[in-house]
C-alpha cells in the first residue's frame, strides 16, 4: 500500500451533515472511496466532529452494537460502531453520558422503504474533550463552512454539483454558522 494517504476529516455542522443525501463514488473501481457531498459543496469521506454526547445504547441483537448521540449548536448526529469498529465502540460503551467527544468517522447513508435518507457516522475514533475543545471545533467548523459559502461563487466541481443536486440557499446556512457562534457567547 504504498502510496496510501487517508483523506482529510471535514468539518460539517451536524444540520447540513444531516440535510446532506448525495452519495457517491469517485471512480468505477470497487475500492474508489464513498463520499457525501453536502449542501456548501463539502466532500467528505471522512469527518471530524466534535460536541456532547448526549445517550447511548447497545442496540445489537447477537453482538454489541452502539448508537449514540452526539449534538453540536445545530443539532446532533448518529453514530453507530460495532464489531468493525471496536476502538470506537469500546471507547462508547464506557464513556458516561453526558460527555464532550471529539469524532473521527465515515460518512454513512441509508434510505428508508420511503426513500428518505437519514445520514449517520461510523466512528474510526471516539474520545473524551473538554469544553475548551467543543468550543474551538466550533469555531473552526463556522469558519470552514464560511469558507465553502464564499467559495460557492467559484467554479469547482463540488460547488457546480452541490448547486445543481441541493440548490441551497447560502444565507440558510450563514445564518446556521451565526446561530452557532452565538451559542458560544451566551455559554460565558
Known sequence: ???YTREVARRVFAQEF?????????G??????QYLLTPTGAKVNRIFIVGTLIEKEDIGTDSEYWRGRVTDPTGSFLIY????????????????TPAFVAVVGKPSTYTTGEGDVLTS????????V?????????QETAKCTLD????FGDASANTERAKEYYNPDVRYYSSMVAQALKSLKETY
Open 81 to 96: 460502531a460495532g464489531q468493525y469498529q471496536p476502538e470506537a465502540a469500546q471507547a462508547l460503551a464506557e464513556c458516561e
Open 121 to 128: 457516522v461510523r466512528p474510526e475514533s471516539l474520545y473524551i
Open 18 to 26: 444531516r440535510e446532506s443525501n448525495l452519495s457517491f463514488k469517485d
Open 148 to 151: 465553502r459559502i464564499r467559495a
Open 130 to 138: 473538554d469544553g475548551q475543545t467543543r468550543d474551538l471545533w466550533v
Open 28 to 33: 468505477e473501481d470497487q475500492y474508489a472511496p
Open 1 to 3: 500500500m504504498s502510496g
